[in-house]
């Protein structure tokens, strides 16, 4: 089923956004004078929900709005009533009077919030647990937007302070570009008249925009489809990534403030517990629903409908289901991932924080840095321990990649000549001539900027093409084709002209080349010297020279105490195919196609393995 991230769907003209060209605003200027108050009573505690599937574990162990007897949050003695949250500003507010002592969100639209919730000690926010991660928000571009580097210089619509300015800084610290190499069109709404996709829609001189999954649809057609201009697409827009890509992007999390977590922490153990258990659940009914029907889920779907109103889930099958579709539970193990694994260093809690703050400061949603406080909570206790079905005594690291697919899709994409289209970034180190080791001490920015590109891209892989240079397989095709007559040759050094069957015949047609070669037009192979074996040695050199560097990197990650999965990275061998210069004319040429590519690469999602929690 396709995935619908209708997030916040609800906050069209309520939420608390103005012009589309305005520009951005400190987040306390935006909200307005508020006073902070103590904390108000809290029977029944109010929990703000928003418009995401994450929220249907909350909704099944609550029962619904209010908690009702025999569910989960009652089982564990809670009172809970559940408010609607889609208008954050208001969320703020209320938090800083007191109303509700907790605030739901993504990560950094909390962290654009740091510094009003921060100032005062009372209120500062206490990140207290992961719910999900986003696999339902994208970027369509046009054509002049293939990669994420290509972002340089474009004219980009996006929903103001909401879930998807995370998601842009993300690409753009991907494609180390500042925001003021955008021209960045801030729209009120995330769907509907006055949002990015209509944006994009209506005005050409728009590049791209940030969207949810129904918009990407409307104007895309299919997730691999390139829109034609007819049933309603736009013409050559097209998906250039995704979260269910940039897995690590769009952290949706449940925070507090601090009074209230030092007062009252055992009742926010509960409300946690009870939620992480009502997503176990949620789970377990999805798949029945999946493989043959349930009744019970089905049900969840109608009270998800019955909450958020038919204009926002219009169908149970397709809306309602696809809304939860669109999220993945982290459950006990990705929160002990999030909070408590130190080698987690770029999409844990402290890697959030510090992405989350250094974007406020520098985006100008904040003028000083306050930091958020990691959750406390014991995700060992008793609480959790004894009332889940899943869980971990200590972080680990879920295997995700399947090896053999990840490596069989690269080689398949590479052979067809399609790697490229399936690019989101590269970059590229050079080395010398016959070199064997990358040392960290000369490549660790490049090491640092991949860990991190394999991290919050949590699905794709990260190529590593080891590129020669095919001076060598120059000489040995003339010296070969001039002594066995194939080539003719005329005019001067420096100034030469090939001729093959009467025709002109270039050395800079590298795929041409390439093709004679393989044909066996030039020699039949067997000796050493021959353009035949002298390609196939540079393949075979630069398939190793991919090995050395990928082994480094592992080796540097393991040295930082940094996570990651080694079946993510894939060497392989391009040799003479890609040249920077087809015809080097001297040593300075000749060193520019030596190097080795780093490409992060979008596979399908045959190559992931499946799990219940993504951690």
């Given at each position: 089923m396709p995935l619908k991230r209708l997030i916040i769907v609800v906050l069209l003209s309520v939420i608390y956004f103005v012009s589309l060209t305005s520009a951005q605003q400190y987040f306390s200027d935006e909200i307005g004078p508020t006073r902070v108050r103590i904390i108000q009573s809290q029977d029944p505690l109010l929990i703000p929900y928003i418009t995401w599937g994450g929220e249907s574990a909350l909704f099944y162990a609550n029962g619904g709005l209010n908690t009702q007897p025999n569910s989960i949050m009652a089982s564990l003695g809670l009172n809970l009533k559940l408010v609607p949250g889609d208008n954050f500003m208001q969320q703020v507010r209320d938090y800083l009077a007191g109303k509700s002592p907790i605030l739901r969100g993504t990560f950094r639209m909390i962290a654009q919030a740091s510094e009003v919730i921060g100032r005062d000690p009372r209120t500062q926010g206490v990140v207290f647990g992961q719910l999900t991660w986003s696999a339902g928000d994208h970027f369509v571009g046009r054509s002049n937007i293939r990669k994420i580097s290509d972002l340089k210089g474009k004219k980009i619509?996006?929903?103001?302070?909401?879930?998807?300015?995370?998601?842009?800084?993300?690409?753009?610290?991907?494609?180390?570009?500042?925001?003021?190499?955008?021209?960045?069109?801030?729209?009120?709404?995330?769907?509907?008249?006055?949002?990015?996709?209509?944006?994009?829609?209506?005005?050409?001189?728009?590049?791209?925009?940030?969207?949810?999954?129904?918009?990407?649809?409307?104007?895309?057609?299919?997730?691999?489809?390139?829109?034609?201009?007819?049933?309603?697409?736009?013409?050559?827009?097209?998906?250039?990534?995704?979260?269910?890509?940039?897995?690590?992007?769009?952290?949706?999390?449940?925070?507090?403030?601090?009074?209230?977590?030092?007062?009252?922490?055992?009742?926010?153990?509960?409300?946690?517990?009870?939620?992480?258990?009502?997503?176990?659940?949620?789970?377990?009914?999805?798949?029945?629903?999946?493989?043959?029907?349930?009744?019970?889920?089905?049900?969840?779907?109608?009270?998800?409908?019955?909450?958020?109103?038919?204009?926002?889930?219009?169908?149970?099958?397709?809306?309602?289901?696809?809304?939860?579709?669109?999220?993945?539970?982290?459950?006990?193990?990705?929160?002990?991932?999030?909070?408590?694994?130190?080698?987690?260093?770029?999409?844990?809690?402290?890697?959030?924080?510090?992405?989350?703050?250094?974007?406020?400061?520098?985006?100008?949603?904040?003028?000083?840095?306050?930091?958020?406080?990691?959750?406390?909570?014991?995700?060992?206790?008793?609480t959790f321990a004894t009332f889940l079905t899943t869980t971990v005594t200590t972080p680990i690291q879920r295997k995700r990649f399947k090896e053999e697919s990840v490596r069989a899709e690269i080689e398949t994409f590479s052979e067809e000549d399609v790697l490229d289209d399936n690019t989101l970034i590269s970059f590229t180190i050079q080395f010398e001539a016959n070199q064997d080791t990358f040392s960290e001490a000369r490549y660790r920015e490049e090491f640092d900027r991949v860990i991190e590109l394999a991290s919050r891209y949590g699905n794709a892989a990260v190529a590593i093409k080891g590129h020669t240079d095919p001076s060598k397989v120059l000489f040995a095709l003339v010296k070969t084709g001039i002594k066995r007559g194939i080539l003719k040759r005329t005019g001067t050094r420096g100034n030469y002209e090939y001729f093959m069957n009467g025709r002109p015949f270039s050395l800079e047609d590298t795929s041409e080349l390439i093709r004679l070669i393989q044909q066996k037009k030039f020699d039949d192979g067997s000796d050493f010297d021959g353009p035949y074996q002298i390609m196939r040695a540079g393949l075979k050199l630069s398939e190793q020279r991919g090995k050395a560097v990928k082994q480094a990197i592992l080796a540097y990650a393991n040295r930082l105490n940094a996570r990651i999965e080694a079946e993510q990275i894939v060497p392989v061998g391009v040799g003479i195919k890609e040249p920077v210069i087809a015809k080097p004319t001297n040593p300075a040429e000749a060193g520019k196609n030596r190097r080795v590519e780093f490409a992060l690469i979008k596979i399908s999602s045959e190559s992931v393995a499946e799990a219940d929690f993504d951690f």
């Open positions: 619509a996006i929903q103001k302070g909401g879930p998807h300015i995370g998601m842009l800084y993300d690409m753009l610290l991907t494609a180390r570009l500042p925001k003021s190499d955008l021209e960045i069109i801030w729209m009120d709404e995330l769907t509907g008249a006055n949002s990015p996709a209509e944006k994009f829609r209506k005005d050409s001189t728009v590049s791209g925009c940030f969207v949810i999954t129904p918009d990407m649809l409307s104007l895309v057609g299919d997730y691999q489809a390139v829109g034609d201009g007819t049933g309603g697409t736009v013409k050559s827009a097209r998906l250039v990534v995704s979260t269910a890509t940039l897995s690590r992007s769009i952290a949706d999390v449940y925070a507090c403030r601090k009074d209230y977590s030092d007062k009252s922490r055992g009742i926010i153990e509960k409300f946690f517990a009870g939620y992480l258990k009502g997503a176990e659940e949620v789970i377990r009914l999805k798949k029945s629903y999946e493989s043959g029907g349930s009744k019970e889920y089905t049900a969840l779907l109608q009270m998800m409908q019955d909450i958020y109103g038919k204009d926002v889930l219009p169908t149970l099958d397709e809306d309602a289901h696809g809304l939860i579709a669109d999220c993945t539970f982290v459950g006990q193990p990705g929160n002990m991932a999030f909070f408590n694994d130190p080698t987690n260093i770029v999409t844990g809690f402290e890697g959030f924080n510090k992405n989350g703050l250094d974007m406020a400061v520098n985006w100008g949603f904040a003028r000083k840095r306050y930091d958020l406080i990691p959750s406390s909570l014991d995700f060992n206790s008793p």
